[in-house]
């Protein structure tokens, strides 16, 4: 009876204390369920927050970009206008130099101008002044004097140059004056504006004609 008793004993202690274990505990730990859930808000909240500042910042840089834009805009124009200016003022010189050049070039012919009483070489050496070509006057002189002596009336027969130039055919010189055929200074004219734009002057033409015969 004894051991019995004893055995029982030990048996019901056993059994109170694997009662006692089993026992839930009574902690204020939060059970992993709720824990992920909490951890889980914890970071929605901060993914918010930093698309919140992720937007602030685009904002913000795409602000800069439009007034670096504008800015970059105004300038652009301002340059533009500055050029259209400079571009203005510049014509507007260029215009006063050429009106002046053409004052100076008028004033310059009615000053070298040849009158009724000139000679024929009188007429030319003004003429070419007038040009600019005051230096080519000898090579003129002398291929004037091979091709006509500087006789407004010198017709040659054969080929039917005729004047001063020895323009072929004569009325050519139609396009200087009605008067070519007599007047020295309509010839002269003419011939000068024949020897600039084929020869580019005189001693050109003066060249040509000792190394062909003719001009």
């Known amino acids: 009876m004894l051991v019995a008793r004893r055995t029982l004993l030990h048996v019901l202690t056993a059994a109170g204390i694997a009662g006692v274990l089993a026992l839930p505990a009574t902690s204020n730990a939060v059970s992993p369920p709720e824990a992920g859930q909490q951890g889980a808000q914890s970071l929605h909240a901060a993914a918010e927050k930093q698309d919140a500042l992720t937007a602030q910042l685009q904002l913000r840089t795409a602000a800069t970009a439009r007034l670096a834009g504008q800015a970059a805009q105004r300038a652009t124009q301002q340059q533009a206008q500055q050029a259209q200016k400079a571009q203005q003022a510049q014509q507007a010189q260029q215009a006063q130099q050429a009106q002046q050049a053409q004052q100076a070039r008028a004033s310059r012919s009615r000053s070298l101008a040849p009158t009724s009483s000139d000679s024929p070489r009188q007429t030319a050496r003004a003429m070419l002044a007038a040009r600019g070509e005051s230096d080519q006057f000898g ?48 010839q002269i004219s003419w011939g000068l504006g024949y020897i600039d734009g084929r020869y580019g002057g005189p001693c050109s033409a003066l060249q040509h004609s000792s190394a062909y015969g003719w001009y």
């Open 139 to 186: 090579c003129l002189s002398t291929l004037w004097d091979r091709e006509s002596g500087w006789n407004v009336s010198s017709s040659n027969a054969s080929s039917g140059a005729y004047g001063i130039p020895q323009a072929l055919p004569g009325s050519r010189m139609a396009t200087a004056g009605a008067d070519w055929r007599t007047n020295p200074s309509t």
